[in-house]
């Protein structure tokens, strides 16, 4: 069965990090893309960054560049989204997110998400 | 950034009745829009790719049609499983960018 799975969320104090994961299996992971979109409580969906099959590439929204660092280790399956200077208006389910096709960079809609890990900052 | 819209935001519908919801974006995207659905607790679910093709496992109640600006969602027959959020996002252009959401709400 193909699925992803969040791990690493909880509260944080605002200007603190924190590093959500997400485990893969039932695909040949390194050949997709794979993305981070939250959920602010109550709120619409919000893309927040991706990175290629490879890794070579990676994308983030303006709302989190310079402070978050998406990347992958092709060998362990896994995804990372490292969080730092976290402010309030980070506060979201966090979900990881499959590209829909193989290409050789990104293709950009989702047909596999994960059940999300909730980040929560506050003092 | 492509700003997509979506109407209406909320849409009453009654079971066994057609629903159409639209989606328009900012600039041309081609076919590059998605529709997702969304249960109150669950992740969203891909419906719809480029525009027209149903996802795996997708009813064929579900069809999604339009090009360059304006997109619908139709479904043709709601079924008490259908009332959810649906969300559409291009992946035209980066930043990746979602509608803000319709609600289908039962009637």
């Known amino acids: 069965e193909v699925q992803v799975l969040e791990s690493g969320g909880g509260l944080v104090q605002p200007g603190g990090s924190l590093r959500v994961s997400c485990a893969a299996s039932?695909?040949?992971?390194?050949?997709?893309?794979m993305s981070w979109v939250r959920q602010a409580p109550g709120k619409g969906l919000e893309w927040v960054s991706t990175?290629?099959?490879?890794?070579?590439?990676?994308y983030y929204a303006d709302s989190v560049k310079g402070r978050f660092t998406i990347s992958r280790d092709n060998s362990k399956n896994t995804l990372y989204l490292q969080m730092n200077s976290l402010r309030a208006e980070d506060t979201a389910v966090y979900y990881c997110?499959?590209?829909?096709?193989?290409?050789?960079?990104?293709?950009?809609?989702?047909?596999?998400w994960g059940q999300g890990t909730m980040v929560t900052v506050s003092s | 950034e492509i700003v997509m819209t979506q109407s209406p935001a909320t849409l009453s519908v009654s079971p066994g009745e057609r629903a159409t919801l639209s989606c328009r974006a900012s600039q041309t995207i081609i076919s590059n829009l998605a529709w997702y659905q969304q249960k109150p607790g669950q992740a969203p679910r891909l419906l719809i790719d480029g525009a027209s093709t149903r996802a795996t496992g997708i009813p064929a109640r579900f069809s999604g049609s339009g090009s360059g600006t304006e997109f619908t969602l139709t479904i043709s027959s709601l079924q008490s499983e259908d009332f959810a959020v649906y969300y559409c996002q291009q992946y035209n252009n980066w930043p990746l960018t979602f509608g803000q959401g319709t609600k289908v709400e039962i009637k």
């Open positions: 997110a499959k590209d829909n096709m193989i290409t050789s960079g990104v293709y950009g809609a989702f047909d596999i």
């Open positions: 990175i290629s099959g490879s890794g070579g590439g990676t």
């Open positions: 039932g695909f040949t992971f390194s050949s997709y893309a």
